[in-house]
């Protein structure tokens, strides 16, 4: 197998090779054969997924200056090493899978930095530095044990896909509704008990995913029109627990939909979410109702300012 990783980066050095492979060959340290002389002057692209490396060598920068994507998916990474930070042509980076404790500071000197996965580790932070990436337009550090977001994420204003799934996040920096670029937000699995209510004001941020957040009970009035996803969130209410609806030719038993159950309490003021109970009540009754007639709907079980009143 030495014999054979040696030729195979013999052969990419001579015919100055800009792609790499070498995923899966039980790789305990990084191979020397790489760092030789004067390196793979020429490699733009290094896969090595799913080995077992534990560390990166100081020098890489030096000798392979001009690498654009590093994949190093499912390792036993512990620490991203200060020497990562010399790697200044670096447009992608995958970490996902490792046993990653700590991301270094020098992190923030990847300045055409586009893509970053930090996916299925064992971070509980990351150094503010991350806000000096204003090229980054993916962050995946989803499965992780972060207990916050560093304020200064705000600043990277490229920024358009930011995933934290399956983390321990308590509350979101406020700062993260300034982002301009960001299109899509998945922060599902966490212990979220409330959201800033700035989120969504940006026309850019699309979709919002929060399911699984079981202390959330209700959601910014500016997710409105939004794609949201928020299925798990909040106390589940017993279908007993939802009273009739009433209007003046009798009493009419409708459901609320799925989404109004599960989110919204009598403390919570959640505008979306009562506009959709309003629009479903609309569609249930409007069959049985006939021109000029008065219909005047109310939700006991609901805050006062859920009742409305509809004139067809």
Not at 51 to 69: F, R
Not at 127 to 156: F, M, Y
Not at 198 to 215: K, P
């Amino acid at each position: 197998m030495a014999s054979e990783l040696c030729k195979t980066i013999s052969v990419a050095r001579l015919e100055k090779h800009k792609n790499l492979f070498l995923n899966y060959r039980n790789l305990h340290h990084f191979p020397l054969e790489l760092l030789k002389d004067e390196g793979l002057q020429y490699l733009e692209r290094l896969y090595m997924k799913r080995n077992s490396l534990t560390t990166l060598p100081e020098n890489l920068a030096q000798k392979l200056p001009n690498l654009v994507e590093l994949y190093l998916h499912s390792n036993n990474i512990v620490v991203v090493p200060e020497a990562i930070g010399s790697l200044v042509k670096l447009q992608y980076l995958d970490l996902s899978d490792n046993a990653l404790e700590i991301v270094c500071p020098e992190i923030g000197r990847l300045r055409a930095l586009r893509h970053l996965r930090l996916a299925n580790n064992q971070l509980r932070f990351l150094p503010p530095e991350v806000g000096d990436l204003k090229e980054l337009q993916t962050l995946d550090i989803s499965t992780n044990r972060l207990l916050t977001l560093p304020e200064r994420l705000h600043l990277c204003l490229s920024l358009q896909y930011l995933t934290v799934d399956r983390n321990r996040l308590w509350c979101v920096p406020r700062h993260l509704c300034l982002l301009p670029s960001l299109n899509e937000l998945s922060m599902a699995g966490n212990r979220l008990a409330f959201l800033p209510l700035d989120l969504g004001r940006s026309r850019e941020l699309q979709c919002v995913y929060v399911d699984n957040n079981v202390h959330l009970k209700g959601l910014p009035s500016y997710l409105y029109n939004k794609v949201v996803g928020c299925s798990g969130c909040g106390a589940p209410i017993q279908v007993s627990e939802v009273k009739l609806l009433s209007f003046s030719s009798g009493q009419l038993t409708v459901f609320l939909p799925a989404e109004v159950k599960a989110i919204g309490t009598e403390k919570d003021r959640v505008l979306p979410l009562q506009e959709l109970a309003m629009r479903s009540l609309h569609h249930t009754c409007h069959s049985s109702l006939k021109g000029g007639r008065q219909l005047v709907l109310w939700l006991t079980a609901a805050p006062p300012s859920v009742c409305r009143r509809v004139t067809y």
